[in-house]
């Protein structure tokens, strides 16, 4: 079955770069509002697509980007010509965010998705105290660490490997918990997790050591307690070029010397 592409929409960055493309595409290949779009195109960085993703999660639209950034990871390569038989020819790649749920020390409570990761992050001098819990189970009674994230796939080749975690292909169904700057115990260096795990973040003495929680560029202050779980039922359809398919360019990264 032949998948249906237009009409088409085109964002764009902030950059003149991106802005310039969006108006050259949008005059030769015609351009609705996204919500009446079948395909969205995303020109900008890999930034911008974590946000276009974010906005359009679960309304069943395809993204596609094209990279008018820097590094490009969630990017196709940017050409103007032959756009339709592109996004006819793409692989569809099906993301599921992480949900957290935070507790702040005034009791409020927080809710995010993450296609990336959620990270817990000290705010001060001293190092944060955390017990983890997996599946109810206390598994960490206490890590001291600057913080300590949880990944998707997806996410494994971003902050997680730039702290060291495992990178971990789409099809694995495993979550990279991974440690940032543990100082106790130190030669603990993570763990993974089915995708099927609840995890359950404790900040322990949280007067004394204020820690952050992150999920993607949703940032919580004063964090007592983080829920992270796979969202199975939230997806997100991401459209890559077939030499470009993000299964591949996972495995590949952990070549890259």
């Known amino acids: 079955m032949t998948r249906r592409v237009s009409p088409i929409a085109f964002i764009a960055s902030d950059t003149a770069e991106a802005r310039a493309a969006q108006t050259r595409l949008s005059s030769f290949y015609g351009a609705v509002a996204p919500?009446?779009?079948?395909?969205?195109?995303?020109?900008g960085g890999d930034g911008f697509m974590l946000e276009t993703l974010h906005a359009f999660m679960n309304t069943g639209k395809a993204i596609y980007g094209m990279n008018c950034g820097s590094v490009g990871f969630l990017m196709n390569e940017f050409r103007e010509h032959g756009l339709r038989e592109r996004l006819r020819a793409a692989?569809?790649?099906?993301?599921h965010p992480l949900t957290m749920r935070a507790v702040d020390a005034s009791g409020q409570r927080h809710r995010a998705y993450a296609i990336n990761e959620v990270s817990?992050?000290?705010?001060?001098?001293?190092?944060?105290?955390?017990?983890?819990?997996v599946d109810g189970r206390v598994r960490l009674a206490e890590l001291m660490c600057d913080g300590i994230l949880i990944s998707t796939?997806?996410?494994?080749?971003?902050?997680?490997?730039?702290?060291?975690?495992?990178?971990?292909p789409l099809s694995a169904n495993l979550l990279p918990l991974t440690p940032i700057s543990a100082f106790r115990p130190r030669r603990w260096r993570g763990a993974l997790l089915p995708s099927t795990a609840q995890v359950?973040?404790?900040?322990l003495e949280a007067d004394k050591r204020p820690t952050a929680a992150v999920a993607d560029f949703t940032e919580v202050r004063d964090v007592i307690s983080v829920a992270v779980g796979e969202d199975r039922s939230t997806s997100i359809t991401v459209l890559f070029d077939p030499d470009r398919v993000l299964s591949e360019r996972i495995i590949a990264e952990?070549?890259?010397?």
């Open 35 to 43: 919500e009446k779009a079948a395909t969205i195109v995303t020109l």
């Open 91 to 95: 692989v569809e790649t099906a993301i």
């Open 120 to 133: 817990l992050l000290r705010q001060l001098r001293q190092t944060s105290k955390i017990r983890v819990t």
């Open 254 to 257: 952990q070549f890259t010397v």
């Open 153 to 168: 796939p997806a996410g494994s080749t971003a902050y997680n490997l730039s702290a060291h975690g495992p990178i971990v």
């Open 200 to 203: 359950l973040f404790e900040v």
